[in-house]
């Protein structure tokens, strides 16, 4: 049943309730096992992270858990990876759970959870007895019992996963969860007999993470109270109230206690406050209040132009040219903002295209560009003289910039590439033994949010990106179609390693 706790604490310390909560009915908890495990190997967790563990751990008389999805949502730095810290433990040592993995949108923020519980391990002898082995190369970080069991962290990417069959799957940064990855993670909790899902995050801004759909679902559901499986906490500012009056409300303190459960125990008062003249209200309230700018159900009739099943499954975070690089620089309309993408073939001689740097303005770009120049000698630097940084031509030439000013004809083909790079499926890529697509990318969110947001327009027989009709800046799109067609006519392949 969902509540709402509206009144403030009396005090100024961090409300140990959730404002939002939708938990079934349940009668015995394994939650008590779990806070007792991580209190053994030195976790000391607050009465909030205790109450989500008992609720979320609740079974039902044939011992199977009462929810099969945990949903989480508090802003960062209260506690949230504590929480997860205990119940991979338990699920590890305590409930047998074969297989657990971690994934996090980036490896970095996994790791950072993995170097935590092996330090808990290791400083519990008890623990770390039933230990038999931890990896920590990068990409295979894990921890193996003696008795079989794992858990495994890893980067969420479309192939993420597949192979895998988990009794428990962690969720993190869930505010960032394209379609396409949940279509690989959650198939493997099909074979298992008590699979439990953990979703946890800081809320969702639509304006900011594009992929923040997924939780918003789950949160409609908390909300609307009759999910017999989920179990739901959040600890938010009200967005009505906010909306109401935003400056008001994110001055008024007993507020910051509502969303913030570790208010005077791990987050200082002081610090709030200076936070919120760092940011101002609204940046305060998204980021401190967890005050959600939560998107609705997309439009169905809404079509993309590369569908982002397919574009994620383009996803390599360990992606990297070799031999022969090409630049495509590019900027908003308002020439606010400024890009340099760069493409080049990788060694199994896919395309591979990334964003190097995006920055406010274009003063900067010359003198970053000729530094690129003269440290890679690139193939090709690909500017349309046409689009809003053509005026910019004339500066990159005098830096020693060998510029390739492409034609209107020459970059409705530059598209062309781009849509073949990304959607073309051989005929084992149908099979499915190979992702789809000849291009790779390393899953930046300035690229996808463009993509998945760009417009076209028809021109000499063909088409090219309309960016005058686009509602996002989709200049990164416009760089890396740039950069891919100047690898694509200048490129060849000589086996040099190239990194920024």
Same mark, same amino acid.
């Given at each position: 049943m969902t509540t709402l706790t509206t009144s403030p604490p009396s005090a100024l310390r961090g409300e140990q309730q959730p404002r939002l909560s939708s938990v079934p009915p349940f009668g015995d908890s394994a939650g008590d096992d779990a806070i007792n495990l991580a209190a053994k190997a030195g976790l000391f967790l607050d009465e909030w992270q205790q109450l989500v563990l008992r609720k979320s751990l609740g079974e039902r008389p044939d011992g199977k858990w009462v929810t099969s999805d945990v949903g989480l949502v508090v802003s960062r730095q209260n506690g949230k990876n504590a929480i997860l810290e205990a119940r991979e433990l338990a699920g590890l040592f305590l409930f047998n759970e074969r297989l657990i993995i971690h994934t996090a949108h980036e490896m970095k923020a996994a790791r950072v959870t993995f170097d935590r519980i092996v330090g808990l391990i290791r400083d519990t002898p008890s623990l770390q007895k039933r230990v038999k082995n931890v990896a920590y190369s990068k990409g295979d970080e894990g921890i193996e019992l003696h008795n079989g069991n794992k858990l495994r962290f890893m980067a969420r990417t479309g192939g993420s996963g597949r192979s895998f069959s988990a009794d428990t799957l962690i969720l993190d940064e869930a505010y960032n969860l394209p379609e396409h990855v949940m279509n690989a993670l959650t198939p493997t909790l099909a074979a298992r007999p008590n699979p439990q899902t953990w979703y946890t995050s800081s809320a969702v801004n639509q304006l900011e993470h594009p992929h923040g759909l997924t939780l918003a679902r789950m949160r409609r559901r908390a909300v609307g109270g009759s999910d017999p499986r989920l179990a739901y906490f959040e600890w938010s500012g009200d967005e009505v109230?906010?909306?109401?009056?935003?400056?008001?409300?994110?001055?008024?303190?007993?507020?910051?206690?509502?969303?913030?459960?570790?208010?005077?125990?791990?987050?200082?008062?002081? %610090?709030?406050?200076?936070?919120?003249?760092?940011?101002?209200?609204?940046?305060?309230?998204?980021?401190?209040?967890?005050?959600?700018?939560?998107?609705?159900?997309?439009?169905?009739?809404?079509?993309?132009v590369v569908d982002p099943a397919v574009w994620g499954e383009l996803?390599?975070?360990?992606?990297?040219?070799?031999?022969?690089?090409? %630049?495509?620089?590019?900027?908003?309309?308002?020439?606010?903002?400024?890009?340099?993408?760069?493409?080049?073939?990788? !060694?199994?001689?896919? %395309?591979?295209?990334?964003?190097?740097?995006?920055r406010k303005g274009v003063a900067w770009l010359v003198d970053r560009m000729s530094e690129l120049n003269d440290r890679h000698s690139p193939c090709a630097v690909v500017v349309d003289p046409g689009g809003p940084l053509g005026s910019l031509i004339v500066p990159l030439e005098q830096a020693g910039v060998n510029v390739e000013k492409i034609t209107a004809r020459e970059y409705a083909q530059a598209c062309g590439t781009f849509i073949v790079a990304a959607t073309e499926r051989t005929e084992e890529m149908v099979?499915?033994?190979?992702?789809?697509?000849?291009?790779?990318?390393? !899953?930046?969110?300035?690229?996808?949010?463009?993509?998945?947001?760009?417009?076209?327009?028809?021109?000499?027989?063909?088409?090219?990106? !309309?960016?005058?009709?686009?509602?996002?800046?989709?200049s990164t799109l416009v760089g890396c179609t740039l950069a891919l067609h100047g690898i694509s006519v200048f490129g060849d392949n000589d086996g040099t390693v190239t990194l920024w």
């Open positions: 109230e906010y909306a109401a009056d935003p400056k008001g409300y994110a001055l008024n303190r007993r507020s910051w206690a509502i969303s913030n459960p570790g208010l005077g125990i791990r987050i200082p008062e002081e %610090f709030l406050a200076d936070q919120l003249r760092r940011l101002g209200p609204k940046g305060f309230a998204t980021e401190h209040m967890s005050v959600g700018d939560w998107p609705d159900e997309p439009d169905s009739e809404k079509t993309y996803v390599d975070r360990m992606s990297e040219p070799v031999g022969a690089v090409a %630049f495509g620089v590019a900027g908003a309309l308002d020439r606010s903002s400024a890009c340099i993408v760069a493409a080049g073939r990788r !060694d199994d001689g896919l %395309f591979h295209v990334e964003v190097v740097e995006q099979s499915g033994s190979v992702p789809a697509g000849g291009l790779r990318h390393q !899953d930046d969110m300035r690229l996808t949010q463009a993509l998945e947001n760009a417009p076209t327009r028809p021109l000499m027989g063909a088409w090219v990106w !309309d960016e005058k009709s686009a509602t996002v800046d989709i």
